[in-house]
């Protein structure tokens, strides 16, 4: 089972660092929902290997990281802004391809966590 924490609401230009217990997949992914619109990928990390993928709207303010000695994904987003506030998920998923790679699309992953809200205001 997949528990986000360290959503909150938090002041335009301000930092939020979100955590996930990691599952032990291949890929582990953040996406989010903003009201009214469609689940979308942020960041998604292969496990293994330590490798990065990031939406184009999330480079440069977002980094995705593993912490493996407290299992945990986490999501750093700096600089926020009100278009950033949505309910954030965190997913894992098995690696796509060869060589294998992780989707940034939410319907390549298969098990999810309950999502933390982010509001920027």
């Known amino acids: 089972q997949l528990v986000e924490s360290g959503g909150g609401s938090v002041q335009p230009g301000g930092s939020l660092r979100l955590s996930c217990v990691v599952s032990?997949?291949?890929?582990m992914g953040w996406f989010r929902q903003a009201p009214g619109e469609e689940r979308v990928g942020v960041a998604a990390?292969?496990?293994?290997?330590?490798?990065?993928y990031y939406a184009e709207s999330a480079k440069g303010r977002f980094t995705i990281s593993q912490m493996n000695a407290v299992k945990a994904l986490q999501l750093q987003i700096n600089d926020l802004r009100p278009d950033d506030s949505a309910v954030y998920y965190c997913?894992?998923?098995?690696?796509?391809?060869?060589?294998?790679?992780?989707?940034?699309?939410?319907?390549?992953?298969?098990?999810w966590g309950q999502g933390t809200q982010v509001t920027v205001s």
């Open positions: 032990g997949a291949n890929c």
């Open positions: 997913a894992a998923a098995g690696a796509l391809g060869w060589p294998p790679n992780c989707s940034l699309m939410p319907n390549d992953y298969s098990w």
């Open positions: 990390i292969y496990t293994s290997s330590k490798t990065t």
